[in-house]
């Protein structure tokens, strides 16, 4: 067990809507990190946040967003899903952007 | 566009032998570097990294080399056991140009075979 926790585990939903997937990072971890894992493209980087600063973005969608709030949880917003988005969606984290990343169990995210 | 190494190859091995998982990082300027094993229904777990001031770094039963003048990353397990068949990324990162952004390789699938 990484300590980081993710919820949803699974979720169903329809092309057009709108999901929220939530990260607790491990305790004292400031740092957290978002990243896309799908067959054709391999685990690919979205977004980091550090004490609730963003820090450093990947080729996320202008259609997803996230934030990092005071008690240092996560949220990754994805709307207007499209069925290319079915993917699992993890979050990592770590006490300083120097140090190891420490992943959850991700969100299955199928979009039907 | 970015990459690091594989192309998704499986390895198989005897349980006992020594196993090598190679890497091939694309990104001169990467100065950080980091293994992770992910099993089926799971997340990646850390296994070991390498900054790139140093060239080899051991762990409990893993080995990591980097070879900077070729680009080469290697994760070397000895005794390699049944609960070590899984799914191995290799990852760089570049801390001052992206933050803490990894760039994950496609993976290698190591089989253990009892």
């Known amino acids: 067990d990484s300590g980081v926790t993710q919820t949803p585990k699974h979720l169903i939903t329809a092309t057009g809507q709108r999901v929220t997937l939530r990260c607790s990072p491990r305790?004292?971890?400031?740092?957290v990190y978002w990243y896309q894992q799908s067959l054709d493209q391999g685990l690919q980087f979205l977004i980091q946040y550090y004490n609730g600063e963003e820090r450093a973005k990947g080729n996320i969608l202008e259609r997803f967003s996230a934030q990092q709030f005071p008690d240092l949880h996560s949220e990754l917003n994805l709307s207007s899903l499209e069925l290319g988005d079915s993917a699992l969606y993890f979050c990592?984290?770590?006490?300083?952007?120097?140090?190891?990343?420490?992943f959850g169990d991700g969100t299955r995210l199928s979009i039907l | 566009g970015e990459s690091v190494g594989l192309h998704l190859p499986t390895l198989s091995v005897q349980e006992g032998d020594n196993s090598i998982i190679n890497c091939a990082y694309s990104?001169?300027?990467?100065?950080?570097f980091i293994w992770y094993k992910q099993e089926s229904g799971k997340g990646p777990q850390f296994i070991i990294d390498?900054?790139?001031?140093?060239d080899k770094r051991q762990g409990q039963r893993v080995t990591v080399l980097l070879n900077k003048t070729v680009k080469h990353l290697s994760l070397q397990i000895a005794a390699t056991q049944p609960g070590d068949s899984a799914v191995y990324f290799c990852?760089?990162?570049?801390?001052?140009?992206?933050?803490?952004?990894?760039?994950f390789g496609q993976g290698t699938e190591l089989s253990v075979k009892p």
């Open positions: 990592a984290s770590s006490p300083h952007p120097d140090q190891p990343q420490h």
């Open positions: 390498i900054r790139s001031n140093m």
């Open positions: 305790s004292g971890d400031l740092s």
């Open positions: 990852a760089e990162n570049n801390r001052y140009n992206q933050g803490g952004k990894l760039i």
């Open positions: 990104n001169s300027a990467s100065d950080y």
